[in-house]
């Protein structure tokens, strides 16, 4: 793509991969610089998605920052986990917010007009600059990640100019359908899959490794592991595009992620039941299994061997033999052994 368009780069156009950018200075020369673009692409058998095109605007959403006559601005999206926070309404959820400190001990619980008014005040803060930076492609990135039963949580992060570390874009997602029913190792790893996922923009074949921080030990080791099942082998190829490093980091440490995969809407959010056999698993097989059943029992009485066994069973059950390896003479003097699974009997002929 680049070589397509390579003397319109940095003039008319901006690309990323398969993402095509056309600016222009004035607005009567727009029509010609999209009609270039368009023409080249044609020429090369190149499509465009009409849906996923925009044309003449004069706001953008590219890469995951809006450009607009006003300058850039973030994208929503990275700041919606933390904008999009509840109110809380107990001490407990209280403690899963972005609020710096935990409501103290012994007062009793009140939320007013003062603490909402402050609760959103800080939500700003957060989202805003200083405190949240552009991302900056020379600079190393920091990943942290965490997962709860029931949901993941994500920062992006970088140094900026003060030289202390500034949130580049947040990421909150509960666990849906099969994923909810994932162990701790795999929601862990999960969590750190869908932010490399949610961020590939910025992450994918960075110069400098992505320092990825999570409170689970063992995804230290998991890279270095030489075997792997279905799912991890989907896991490892998508990671195979990224530059990055996994450290452990104590769960007293990673309170940011930590509070993002905790948050009370998820926490009252009943997991989807599951289907774990469909009904075409289970069909043609009842009725078989009771005319076997059947058959079996009324053979029983028809095999002389059984008969004493029978017998002991209807007239003295109180003393009946124990349900396995119950061994008796048959008539031909061979050594016949019997045992019993639920109501069935069955023998195997020993020499």
Known sequence: MNDLFRDLIDVTVVIYLDNILIFSEKPEEHPNHVREVLSRLMKN?????????????????????????????MDQKKIEAVTSWPTPKTVKQLGCSPSPQPYQEGILWSWGVTEETAFQELKALVTKSPVLIHSNPKMPYYLET????????????????????????????????????????NKELLAIIKALEEWQIFLEATDKPIQVFTDHRNLEYWMQARTF??????????????NFE??????????????????SDYVDTPPEPEVMLPA????????????????????????????????????????APPPFGRLTETMTGRKTCYGIKGNLWFQTQKP
């Not at 970088?158 to 909150?172: I, K």
């Not at 996994?246 to 948050?263: E, N, T």
């Not at 069909?283 to 061997?305: F, G, K, M, Q, Y």
């Open 146 to 185: 965490d997962a709860s039963g029931v949901a993941m949580g994500a920062i992006l992060s970088q140094q900026g100019e003060d030289n202390r570390l500034h949130p580049v874009a947040y990421m909150s997602k509960s666990f849906s359908g099969a994923k909810a029913n994932y162990d701790t190792h």
């Open 45 to 73: 058998q190149l499509f465009c998605k009409l849906s996923k095109c925009h044309f003449h605007v004069t706001t953008v959403d590219y890469l995951g920052i809006v450009i607009s006559p006003a300058g850039f601005s």
């Open 229 to 242: 099942n279905r799912r991890h082998a989907q896991w490892r190829v998508f990671l195979s595009d990224f």
């Open 280 to 319: 075409e698993v289970f069909a043609n097989t009842s009725e078989e299994e009771v005319e076997i059943v059947t058959e079996i029992c009324s053979r029983l009485r028809e095999d002389p061997s059984l008969e004493p066994i029978i017998q002991f069973l209807t007239e003295d059950a109180d003393n």
């Open 246 to 263: 996994i450290h452990y980091c104590p769960g007293k440490q990673s309170g940011k992620p930590d509070a993002l995969s905790r948050r």
